[in-house]
């Protein structure tokens, strides 16, 4: 069903669109986000009657997004949702798995490039079959980092992204990369592809199944104040080890974005 949604979003990619906006003017979903979220979860919900669900636009129309100890899918129909409506080919399907509050396992599909990176807890991570490694970078001044700016365009969140920026940047990082896609900037950490990542405003949707995803890949995803993730707290450092998460929560200054059990 993830694959069969990712066939819709690489046609729609093209065609005219009939674009919303959500908490800002920069939040956006279309009607094919509303598409692929429903005809995924109500596959599921035909398979698993017992399951529980959190998902992007579900969230955005006023469900509660809390996370129970009952198995629950935590669905991203289309991240990337800007690069979406303006045809840049960098978007993805995430489909997060929890028990017991505890990432089982994660499943993210780049539709244009028609790759699947899976990851289950203790059998390790794979893209289109071959196995992930982080790079296992811990030298900021080496590293890759990326992130994403966000849906808050107010001009005291602006200063402290771009400040967060130049700190990393200060530190000697060889460069900073926003994609516009988080779960996909988070499966190039977990291929070796990029050393860190961390971001403010992003919620427990992107991050499910790219936390097992990386994981499995022998990467480290914790909280940017250093302590254990907080799936709900949208906010995140990722990393090729916990040198270098460590490095960068230190640099970071907090924007805050609430949380998503919260809303
Ligand atoms: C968003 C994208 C964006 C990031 C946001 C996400 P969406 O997801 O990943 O790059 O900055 O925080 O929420 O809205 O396209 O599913």
Redesign the pocket.
Known sequence: MGLYGAQIIRKALTEEKRVSTKTSAA???TET?HLVEDLIISELRERFPSHRFIA?EAAASGAKCVLTHNPTWII?P???????VHRFPTVAVSIGFAVRQELEFGVIYHCTEERLYTGRRGRGAFCNGQRLRVSGETDLSKALVLT????KRDPATLKLFLSNMERLLHAKAHGVR??????L?LCHLASGAADAYY?F???C??LAAATVIIREAGGIVIDTSGGPLDLMACRVVAASTREMAMLIAQALQTINYGRDDEK
Not at 178 to 183: E, H, K, P, R
Request: net charge negative.
């Open positions: 939040d956006l979903v986000d992007e991203d289309i991240d990337g949702t800007c690069n979406f994403e700016i966000g849906p926003v994609i516009g896609s988080s779960t900037a971001q405003g992003l919620h949707w992107d």
